[in-house]
């Protein structure tokens, strides 16, 4: 039997929102603590906390580090995952989304993603929200994931 996870994503989607929707799907927040072990990220702890956001009720992730964090190269990160003890199937996705996230950085740039160097997505709440996901995706047994596609904004006409 397939689950399928559809994503309505009018307003795109940050890493901590998506992983918080899985918790309320019934993705264990225990499971993150376990995903800092398999990673072999120390100094960082994980929170999940219950909000309420105006009269919507809502899961909150925060991933919490220790000092400043390193900016990585896709190859340092990919090298994390690799070395991971994730379950095979959740290490390929999370390298797959970072593989992709570099080369998008590369084409950008004009670089290969092998020198890709990560600002934002290199620190450690990063690599939680992405791995995170793909482990939710993977402990719930989602095998095919469907987002909303919204129309492309267009720039206002020139004068």
Same mark, same amino acid.
């Given at each position: 039997?397939?689950?399928?996870?559809?994503? /309505?994503?009018?307003?795109?989607?940050?890493?901590?929102?998506?992983?918080?929707?899985?918790?309320?799907?019934?993705?264990?927040?225990e499971?993150? /603590?376990?995903?800092?072990?398999?990673?072999?990220? /120390?100094?960082?702890?994980?929170?999940?906390?219950?909000?309420?956001?105006?009269?919507?009720?809502?899961?909150?992730?925060?991933?919490?580090?220790?000092?400043?964090?390193?900016?990585r190269?896709?190859?340092?990160?990919?090298?994390?995952?690799?070395?991971?003890?994730?379950?095979?199937?959740?290490k390929?996705?999370?390298?797959?989304?970072?593989?992709?996230?570099?080369?998008?950085?590369?084409?950008v740039?004009?670089?290969?993603?092998?020198?890709?160097?990560?600002?934002?997505?290199?620190?450690?709440?990063?690599?939680?929200?992405?791995?995170?996901?793909?482990?939710?995706?993977?402990?719930?047994?989602?095998?095919?994931?469907?987002?909303?596609?919204?129309?492309?904004?267009?720039?206002?006409?020139?004068?």
């Amino acid at each position: 039997m397939n689950k399928v996870l559809y994503l /309505e994503c009018f307003a795109g989607a940050a890493g901590d929102m998506l992983v918080s929707a899985l918790i309320d799907l019934g993705f264990a927040p225990e499971r993150l /603590e376990e995903l800092l072990d398999m990673l072999h990220l /120390e100094n960082a702890g994980i929170k999940v906390n219950h909000v309420m956001r105006g009269a919507i009720h809502a899961t909150l992730l925060s991933v919490e580090s220790g000092d400043e964090q390193p900016h990585r190269h896709w190859t340092h990160i990919d090298a994390l995952l690799a070395d991971s003890s994730l379950p095979p199937e959740v290490k390929k996705n999370a390298r797959r989304v970072f593989r992709r996230l570099a080369e998008a950085e590369g084409a950008v740039h004009g670089h290969s993603p092998e020198t890709i160097h990560f600002h934002e997505v290199g620190a450690v709440d990063a690599i939680v929200d992405i791995t995170g996901f793909c482990l939710g995706l993977y402990d719930l047994g989602i095998t095919r994931l469907i987002r909303s596609r919204s129309k492309p904004s267009r720039p206002p006409a020139l004068p």
